[in-house]
């Protein structure tokens, strides 16, 4: 299917975020101005410096961002609402702004949805463009408007999770099921992940990088019939075009990267649904060497690192368990089979 086509998950029919015709993409240093007419000649207050700045992009279909409260002083209702949101994403990934444009990275903000006086959306700090230091990081966010002023709560966080829980936002029975599924003081996780690998059952792909990223939370598989399918049901979300999260059931998620012919996505789904093709897609930054499928492990289960990635060493994924060595080195095994980088793995699901 083309990244264009729609898709449909249940009884939902969802659009690329890319592909709608109304979509306004926004650099923060001109979201203001595209907002009004008259916003340079009002005062702006001071809460949304951080919406402005030039490595910060703020993305909010138009029908999206007519919803917004409406704010005063001039302010542009997405910006305000930016402006929280990255507030908290920075705090979370215990860095500012300066030090990420030192890197050629950025602050991402996509509001998907808003109900009302709550908002829904994905918030992305990007990796630097052709460098292999460091993965892009992304969180869902939700936002409760209140005198004035955006309460944000990152996934991850039981904040997240209430307000989520007590809004009207999205499918009820997906509210309830990312509220739960995310909240670190309802979940808990174990070396047992619950989760197979990238492809399809029953089938094999080349380990073409062994665990890496910043906790050795990743895995790299290529080859085979070039697919990538989640490892296990749950809500999958598309955080940008190429990028898949899918969270489960027992305190994990998952990401795909770099996914090709990619597959829109916003619902449910089952084990093994077909999530795009193995490729070189960087829609958050970074760099590829060769079309793969760039695997992660997240967890929820930790208060205090809810909803980050978490190592994969000793973790079993698929029916083998990892072992790190050097970065893209290591090996996984199942009882007295090894596999190392370069060598063909099965998928023996969980």
């Known amino acids: 299917m083309s990244p264009h086509s729609p898709n449909t998950t249940g009884n939902r029919s969802f659009i690329p975020h890319r592909a709608r015709s109304t979509a306004l993409t926004l650099t923060a240093a001109t979201a203001l101005l595209a907002s009004t007419g008259i916003a340079q000649a009002s005062p702006v207050p001071a ?5 402005e700045a030039p490595n910060v992009e703020i993305t909010a279909d138009q029908e999206v961002a007519s919803e917004l409260p409406s704010t ?5 209702s997405e910006d305000l609402l930016t402006d929280a949101v990255v507030e908290d994403t920075l705090a979370e990934y215990g860095t500012g702004l300066p030090a990420l444009d030192e890197e050629d990275r950025e602050v991402r903000v996509d509001i998907r949805e808003t109900d009302g006086e709550a908002a829904f959306g994905v918030a992305i700090v990007t990796a630097a463009t052709d460098s ?7 969180w869902l966010f939700t936002g409760e408007y209140d005198t004035g002023e955006w309460l944000v709560g990152l996934e991850g966080t039981p904040e997240f999770s209430d307000m989520l829980a007590d809004s009207e936002l999205m499918d009820a029975e997906q509210r309830e099921t990312v509220s739960t599924t995310t909240d670190p003081d309802r979940v808990s996780s174990s070396q047992y992940t619950g989760v197979g690998l990238p492809f399809r059952i029953g089938t094999s792909m080349i ?3 062994g665990p890496h990223g910043g906790v050795g939370q990743s895995v790299d598989f290529a080859g085979g019939n070039g697919t990538a399918h989640a490892s296990r049901g749950g809500y999958a979300y598309s955080l940008c075009n190429g990028w898949t999260r899918v969270i489960h059931d027992n305190g994990y998620s998952t990401d795909y990267y770099h996914l090709e012919d990619y597959q829109w996505l916003e619902g449910n789904v089952p084990t093994g649904h077909y999530l795009g093709t193995q490729g070189n897609s ?13 695997y992660s492990l997240r967890a929820y289960s930790d208060p205090n690192a809810a909803g980050w990635f978490v190592p994969v060493n000793g973790k079993t994924l698929g029916g083998w368990t990892f072992v790190e060595g050097a970065s893209y080195g290591g090996y996984a095994y ?11 793995m099965y998928n023996h699901g969980f």
């Open 132 to 138: 292999e230091a460091g993965d892009p990081q992304a």
């Open 47 to 51: 809460s949304v410096d951080l919406a």
């Open 282 to 294: 960087l829609c958050a930054g970074g760099s590829t060497t060769g079309a793969h499928i760039h």
């Open 207 to 209: 380990m073409t990088g």
């Open 334 to 344: 199942r009882g007295n089979a090894t596999v190392y980088p370069g060598q063909w």
């Open 72 to 76: 005063v002083g001039g302010a542009a």
